[in-house]
């Protein structure tokens, strides 16, 4: 990856939907040299896919939480990717050092909705405890690059 395909990832991070000949003024190539950038990143699995970024508040979604998740014995990383994939209000979920065994990041409607998301997660067999921290604000948001 030299540093024209680098600024063809930032443009796409900045914006998915730019065409490749806004990304070409960018970054001074023609359209077409762009989508050959484009096609051999995602070939190559730098670029996985697009996505939109939604806006959870607009949506009615403002109740935001990060779960410790504390499991009965060893389960599998893909055990826990399964267990947390069924809850649409699981956004996020990483296994972690220390004595959880994931840490989950939920966004629900409200308190009520969390509560129930969790007492779903809670309710399965693998599921020992967790330990739970509503979000007030957001201090630091920026995008992974």
């Not at 991070?13 to 003024?25: M, P």
Request: glycine share 8%.
């Amino acid at each position: 990856m030299d540093d024209i395909d680098r600024q063809v990832v930032g443009c796409l991070l900045d914006n998915a939907r730019a065409t490749f000949a806004e990304i070409g003024e960018q970054v001074g190539l023609s359209a077409p040299a762009v989508k050959r950038r484009v096609d051999r990143l995602t070939e190559r699995g730098v670029i996985k896919g697009y996505t939109a970024v939604i806006d959870a508040p607009a949506l009615g979604w403002t109740t935001e939480a990060y779960i410790e998740l504390y499991c009965t014995g060893t389960v599998a990383p893909a055990v826990l990717r399964q267990m947390l994939g069924g809850l649409p209000e699981v956004v996020g979920a990483c296994s972690v050092t220390g004595s959880a065994d994931a840490l989950v990041h939920m966004l629900a409607k409200d308190v009520a909705a969390l509560e129930r998301a969790l007492e779903k997660l809670r309710d399965h067999p693998n599921v020992d405890h967790s330990k739970s921290a509503i979000v007030l604000s957001r201090l630091i948001d920026r995008p992974r690059s």
